[in-house]
C-alpha cells in the first residue's frame, strides 16, 4: 500500500463512521479510486450495519452493475464471514425467498440492508438511501464536455438521488471532473461549501452540511502537506506510475492530464500557455548575436526569486513587421539556465551572479522594485558582465497577458527542460489567465521582461548596437 492510500482509506473511515456525511474523492486513474470507495467501503460498511440501504451509480448501468458484483464477492470470502459474521447473502448459506440477489440489487437476509447499483439516469422512485456512492457520472472527456449531458446529469441527481436521502444520509462522490461546469462545479454554484483538507486539523472546520474534498493529484503541485508530503513534481505513486511516465503522458494531451491526472478541470482556455518549443542546438534557431539574463527579485516572503539567462538568436528566416513597417528578422531567446527558489538573499546573491559567468552573460537586468535595488549593489561586483538596475511601472497583469502570444513563440526551452526546472515548469505551465487564481506569477513576470527587453525592442545586434557603454568586464 502506497503512503497515500493511508490517508485515502483513514478518510473514508470517517465517512463509514458517520463523521463525514458528504465527501468528496479526487484520484487519479488506476490508483485505486474505485477499490476503495465502490468495493471495500459499501462491504465494509454492509458488515458494520447490515441494516443500511445503500446505492453505488455510475455512468453506465453496466458499470454499476460491476461494482455490486464485486462486493458481492467480498462478501461471500472466507474473511468477510469471519468479520463480519451476520451480514451474509442469500444463497450463501442462507436461502430466503422474499430477500433479493441479483446484479441489480442484493439484500441483506434477516435485516433491512441492500445495495443497489444504478446507471446514470436511471430510477429509485420509493427507495430509501442511506448513503450515495458516485462514482464516476462521467465516461469521458467527451460526455464531461457536453452542455446537455452535464445538464441531464444535474437534474438526475437533484431530481432523483437527492429526493431520496433523509437527515442523516450520507454521500461519497468520486469522479474524473472533465469540466468546470460538472456536477461538483454546479454543487459549488449552487452554495454548497466545499472545504478542501489537507490536514486533520482541517476537519475542524467542517460543518455538518459541508462537503468534504480529498484531492491527490498525480503530479504534486505546491507545497508538502500532512495529507501530502512530497515535493512538488512528485508521482503519486512512483513505483506503478513514475514520475517519467506521467510526464510523457502529459505531454499527449496536457488539458486531458489536468482533468483525469490532476484532479484540475480547467479548459484549454483556461490556460495562459500552451506548448512551448524545445531546442537541442541553438544553430537550430539561428545565429547567437548576444547573451543576456532577466532576473525578478523575490516581492515578499514566500515569492520565488527568478532568475534567467539566454542567448538571443537571430533567424534567417523574416516577417513583415506591422509596428516598424520594416521586414525583420525572426529572433528568439533560447533559455540556457534557470534558478527559481525561495533561498533568501544570502544564498541568491551568490548563487545567481554564479550562473551569469558560468553561461557568459554580457547584460544583466535586475527589477529594482521592492528588493531588487539592494540585490542589484550586492551582485554586480560579482559578474563579469554589465548589470542594468531598472525598475517596471507598467500594470503587471497587462504585460503578462498582452505578451503571452509572443513568449509561447519566441522563448524557446532546451529539451528536458520539464524535469531539469521541474518547479518553474510547473508553475509557467499551470499559470491561468485568471490571475487572482495563481499564487505566484515570478517566472510568467520573468519571461513576460525578457520577450520585452529582448524580442520588442527589435534588436539583431550585440547590446552596444542599442546601449552605448555596456560591454563585458575583462
Given amino acids: 500500500m ?51 440501504k445503500i446505492c453505488i451509480a455510475s455512468y453506465s448501468t453496466t458499470i454499476a452493475r460491476d461494482f455490486n458484483l464485486n462486493v458481492q464477492r467480498i462478501l461471500e470470502t472466507d474473511v468477510y464471514k469471519y468479520i463480519f459474521r451476520h451480514t451474509r447473502l442469500n444463497g450463501d448459506g442462507v436461502n430466503v425467498h422474499n430477500y433479493t440477489r441479483t446484479k441489480d440489487v442484493f439484500e441483506i437476509p434477516h435485516f433491512g440492508g441492500s445495495l443497489r447499483a444504478v446507471g446514470r439516469g436511471g430510477s429509485l422512485t420509493s427507495k430509501t438511501v442511506d448513503v450515495s456512492i458516485l462514482d464516476d457520472v462521467y465516461k469521458d472527456y467527451a460526455e464531461g464536455n457536453s452542455p446537455i449531458i452535464r445538464e441531464a446529469a444535474w437534474k438526475w441527481y437533484t431530481t432523483v438521488v437527492r429526493t431520496r436521502l433523509h437527515n442523516n444520509s450520507r454521500e461519497l462522490i468520486v469522479f474524473t471532473r472533465w469540466h468546470e461546469d460538472d456536477l461538483i462545479g454546479r454543487l459549488e454554484k449552487s452554495g454548497e461549501k466545499i472545504v478542501d483538507v489537507n490536514c486533520w486539523a482541517d476537519f475542524d472546520t467542517v460543518g455538518a452540511a459541508d462537503w468534504v474534498r480529498l484531492n491527490f493529484p498525480a503530479l504534486k503541485v505546491g507545497e508538502p502537506t500532512e495529507f501530502d508530503p512530497r515535493q512538488e513534481g512528485e508521482a503519486l505513486w512512483e513505483s506503478r506510475h513514475s514520475k517519467e511516465k506521467l510526464f510523457r503522458q502529459k505531454e499527449l494531451d496536457p488539458v486531458q492530464f489536468e482533468c483525469l491526472f490532476q484532479g484540475n478541470p480547467i479548459s484549454a482556455a483556461g490556460f495562459l500557455y500552451h506548448y512551448f518549443k524545445t531546442y537541442v542546438s541553438a544553430a537550430d534557431f539561428g545565429t547567437v548575436v548576444r547573451r543576456g539574463s532577466y532576473t525578478d527579485v523575490a516581492d515578499e516572503g514566500d515569492d520565488f526569486l527568478c532568475s534567467i539567462s539566454y542567448d538571443v538568436v537571430k533567424s534567417d528566416n523574416t516577417i513583415f513587421n506591422e509596428k516598424t513597417k520594416k521586414v525583420e528578422n525572426i529572433m528568439f531567446v533560447l533559455v540556457r539556465d534557470i534558478i527559481f527558489t525561495q533561498d533568501n538573499i544570502e544564498v541568491t546573491s551568490n548563487s545567481v551572479p554564479l550562473m551569469w559567468n558560468v553561461t557568459g552573460t554580457e547584460c ?111
Avoid at 23 to 46: C, N
Wanted: charged fraction near 25%; charge should be positive.
Fill in 2 to 52: 502506497c503512503e497515500f492510500h493511508k490517508i485515502y482509506y483513514s478518510v473514508l473511515n470517517k465517512f463509514a463512521d458517520g463523521e463525514i456525511k458528504k465527501l468528496i474523492i479526487q484520484i487519479p486513474p488506476q490508483h485505486g479510486k474505485s477499490e476503495g470507495s465502490s468495493r471495500l467501503l459499501p462491504a465494509f460498511m454492509l458488515g458494520q450495519n447490515p441494516n443500511l
Fill in 364 to 474: 544583466n537586468y535586475i527589477e529594482s522594485n521592492n528588493g531588487g535595488s539592494g540585490f542589484y549593489k550586492i551582485v554586480s561586483r560579482k559578474t563579469l558582465g554589465h548589470c542594468v538596475e531598472f525598475s517596471q511601472t507598467a500594470n503587471k497583469e497587462s504585460r503578462i497577458l498582452t505578451c503571452a502570444g509572443g513568449v509561447n513563440n519566441q522563448i524557446i526551452f532546451p529539451l528536458g527542460w520539464e524535469t531539469r526546472w521541474e518547479k518553474f515548469y510547473f508553475h509557467v505551465k499551470h499559470f491561468l489567465r485568471n490571475f487572482k487564481a495563481n499564487k505566484h506569477d515570478d517566472g510568467v513576470d520573468t519571461l513576460t521582461g525578457i520577450y520585452e527587453k529582448e524580442i520588442l525592442t527589435y534588436n539583431p545586434g550585440g547590446y552596444n548596437n542599442i546601449r552605448k557603454g555596456i560591454k563585458r568586464r575583462n
